[in-house]
């Protein structure tokens, strides 16, 4: 089963007999190694029923209502931030939150305090051609600086009592969790650590917030992850790259505002919002491609990907159709750590968290061992590739030999390759190790070390030239 490569002719019946014995031997595993920690996940994701919610009090509530409680008071933050640019502004916010950058929400406390709270936003909305999306995931995000000094400098412009009290509460948890999500390379997110880090400070029964970790906390530094456009949830039946965010989505989803959710009152309310939130992000289609196509060769790239690609990843335009199936990392050849990590036993006590908690009341943590094939609408706009955002463009997913080992982003999306479907990137020629100075060193994606590999999902190498820019044709009209 392990070595298995694709042959010249991908065939269906291959795939299809390959996700059998990797099912049937996963099985094996399972029955073998006591309690079903982890139930075997390989194959297709069942759907399960959502609870209604109303799109429009979705949008409202993603940016204007203030579902992470705590933040920096508004009188500090006034004085220590310059205005947002007209870039970072939205239009259709509130009269409260109308003057704020967009990843930035309003709160009133009972205390009459004012505070200046993140939203999600900071990092699903992200710029294409100078127009910000919302629900693009930002891939240009700097979680390389320790989050805890800009926490601590803005102590500096707080002058009242109760602006301190309020302060200190953000701050002292951004120290707590700034060491877990601080990644050495640029634009690679840390979420996904630092919701167990988030875990390992509360009770997951009455979500109390404890100083002292209450369980083993994870390990410091994050496996790089690229945030998957919000848009692919209308089609997907669980949530993150390994699907282990199974049953109620709303649920799941409020999981990543919990910095201070400390009492179980608190999160019920936020849970409202976020079954409208959760309606809302279902609703969000891709956005349309904005530059020509081609669709002589598109045809040619949709009959191309109709053979080899739509068996795992669907079909589109009419009748389309999506399996929702979970590859085993051996098979599809991606960097397996995060699947790895997800499945491991180290890694149990937060699934185990999870599941005990009030946000395992109608959802559960089901940690696959590989990831899903996923939809691939809009898919154009989200460059870097793959789960860790380890190959800056499509070619490099359709031809493992142009995937760059070492590659530097630019600092701002702003020239993306309609040929390539990417941002333009550079080649350094060296690593991290390389690197002439820090500055350089965080800029450079290596894809030498330990999560950030870009090995796999070698389906297109057989292609030849014309018929790799064919599908790339195609790819740009789903
Ligand atoms: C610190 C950055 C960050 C913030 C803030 C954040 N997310 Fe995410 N989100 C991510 C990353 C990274 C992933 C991918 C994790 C994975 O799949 O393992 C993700 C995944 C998701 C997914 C699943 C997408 C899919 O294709 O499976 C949903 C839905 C989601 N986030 C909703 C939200 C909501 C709602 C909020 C605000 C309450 C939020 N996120 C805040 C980084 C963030
Ligand atoms: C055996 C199943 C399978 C086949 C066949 C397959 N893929 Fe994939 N594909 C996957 C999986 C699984 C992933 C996710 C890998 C990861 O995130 O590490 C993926 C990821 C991708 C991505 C990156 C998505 C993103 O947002 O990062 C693209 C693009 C893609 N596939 C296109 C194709 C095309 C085009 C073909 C046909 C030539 C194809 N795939 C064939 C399973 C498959």
Known sequence: MIGFTMTARSNHQTIRVLLLTTALVAGCNQETSGPAAHPLAVGPVPATVQRQGNPAAGYDALVNQP???????????????????????????????????????????????RLVTSNCLSCHAGYFDDELIIGLGNEFLDFTRDASISAEQLGAYVTSKKDALEWKKWADRIATIAPYMRTDTLGVNPAVNLTFALMAHRNPVSLKWSDKALIEPPPKAPLPVSVPPWWRMKKKNALFYNTEGRGDHARIMMLAATLCTDSIEEARKIDRLATDIRAYLGSLEAPEYPYPVDSKRAAKGRTLFEQDCSFCHGTYGNNASYPNLVVHHDEVGTDPELARLLTSEENLRFIQWFNRSFFGENS????????????????????????????????????????????????????????????????????????????????????????????????????????????????KTL
């Open 67 to 113: 579902y992470i409680s705590c933040g920096m008071p508004y009188s500090a933050f006034i004085k220590a931030t310059s205005p947002p640019s007209p870039r970072q502004l939205l239009s259709n916010r509130n009269s409260r939150n109308r003057e704020l950058p967009y990843m930035l929400t309003i709160r009133d406390t009972d205390d009459g305090v």
């Open 364 to 475: 559960s943590g089901e940690a696959a061992p590989g990831y899903i094939a996923p939809p691939l609408d809009g898919v154009w706009a989200t460059a870097p590739y793959f789960h860790n955002g380890s190959v800056p463009s499509m070619e490099g997913v359709l031809n493992s030999a142009a995937r760059p080992k070492y590659w530097i982003l630019p600092e701002n999306p702003d020239r993306f390759n309609q040929k390539t479907l990417g941002w333009y990137y550079t080649e350094p020629g060296y690593g991290k190790k390389g690197a002439v100075n820090r500055s350089e060193k965080k800029r450079i994606y290596d894809t030498t070390i330990n999560g950030y590999s870009n090995t796999g999902h070698r389906y297109g190498d057989r292609f030849n030239h014309q018929q790799r820019a064919a599908l790339i044709e195609y790819i």
